[in-house]
């Protein structure tokens, strides 16, 4: 039998056959996938093949294997054990969540995001949520963030899950492809699913639990079918996002405006920190490459793991 995984738990994966048919998979012994070291082997979107068995009342299923992936996304977690995490596979577009406040989300960590869809050539729309919430200076503080992601390529996109405001608009996006939501514990992503589709009614944190840092409300991914032709991910919040498996020299790469301006930089292996007549670092003398763009760069190619911790999102998970 083929299925794709619509919940994990670490242990149990649910599965959902062509026609319609939902199954409690477990994965044989110890099966790893060739080459990622993660601590999931099987991720929501993974397509398997699986071998139904029946023991006593039960009828589970045996995953024994896992087809190439299109995509996925992967992050190293932000503790002392450095383990890596696939958050999804086979993603046609991902939605990243962003609050100015309540949680606070730093263009560090959307610059860490960004990167690693990039590398993986998954579009990325930013959805900066609960406009109903801001002060006039924090709605010019989101214009001026959503500028300077536009101008870089990406779609940004004011939103209520609340209100309703612009739901519409994500729910157009969404028609015919498989998305996910993601961002920081908190943003809003379960209510944006519920606000598209109310009937699914999933859990989302209640207003007098909002002052609880660092809990999460979503404690697994998993995927919904929805009305309009569409498939969504919900998924648990994340607090740092390190990246994986990427070389100093193709980092700048993965970050469009700069890898732009790479054929104009003397070096053909310039990096952009110390070469001279470098065209990226003309461009951010010259303001038309932002510094916190740079910032970011210069602690990924760094390796500063540790440095971007946001220690309110740190509940040392
Ligand atoms: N005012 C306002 N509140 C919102 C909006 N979107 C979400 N919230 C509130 O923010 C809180 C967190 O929302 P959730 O949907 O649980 O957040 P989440 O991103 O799913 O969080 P995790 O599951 O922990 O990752 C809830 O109390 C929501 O009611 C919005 O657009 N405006
Ligand atoms: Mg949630
Ligand atoms: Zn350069």
Redesign the pocket.
């Known amino acids: 039998m083929v299925g794709i995984v619509y919940k994990s738990t670490g242990s149990w994966y649910t599965v959902k056959t062509d026609n319609g048919d939902f199954y409690d998979c477990r994965i044989k012994g110890k099966f790893r996938i060739k080459g990622i070291k993660s601590t999931n082997p099987v991720a929501v979107g993974d397509v398997v093949h699986f071998q139904v068995e029946t023991i006593g009342d039960d009828t589970i299923g045996i995953i024994h294997e896992i087809e190439e992936r299109k995509n996925y996304i992967i992050r190293k977690s932000v503790n002392l054990s450095k383990q890596t995490h696939i958050i999804a596979a086979n993603l046609d577009q991902v939605f990243l ?1 962003v609050t100015l406040n ?1 949680p606070p989300t730093y263009p560090v960590f959307i610059d860490r995001f960004l990167i690693t869809a990039e590398a993986y050539e998954i579009p990325v729309i930013l959805l900066f ?5 801001y002060t006039p200076e924090e709605l010019d503080e989101i214009k001026f963030l959503a500028a300077l992601y536009r101008k870089i390529g990406y779609i940004c996109i004011g ?5 309703g405001k612009n739901v519409e608009k994500v729910k157009e996006m969404m028609v015919g492809k498989t998305s996910m939501f993601s ?10 699913v519920n606000a598209i589709e109310p009937t699914l009614d999933i ?5 007098s639990e ?1 002052h609880l840092q660092g ?4 404690t697994f991914a998993e995927m919904f079918d929805l009305s309009f032709n569409a498939r969504i991910i ?4 994340i607090k740092g996002f390190g990246i994986v498996d990427m070389e100093k020299e193709e980092i700048g790469d993965y970050f469009p405006e700069f890898f732009k301006l790479k054929q104009d930089c003397k070096f053909n292996n310039c990096i952009h920190v110390d070469e001279p007549k470098c065209a990226v670092k003309s461009a951010l003398e010259n303001g038309e490459i932002a510094w916190s763009r740079y910032n970011s760069y210069l602690q990924m190619i760094k390796g500063e793991d540790e440095n971007y911790r946001v220690d309110i999102h740190d509940d040392k998970k």
């Open positions: 969540l309540n949520n609960k406009v109903d919430t939103i209520s899950a609340t209100t961002g920081h514990s908190g943003v809003g992503k379960s209510t944006l859990k989302t944190k209640k207003i909002q809990q999460h409300t979503t919900d998924t648990p919040g």
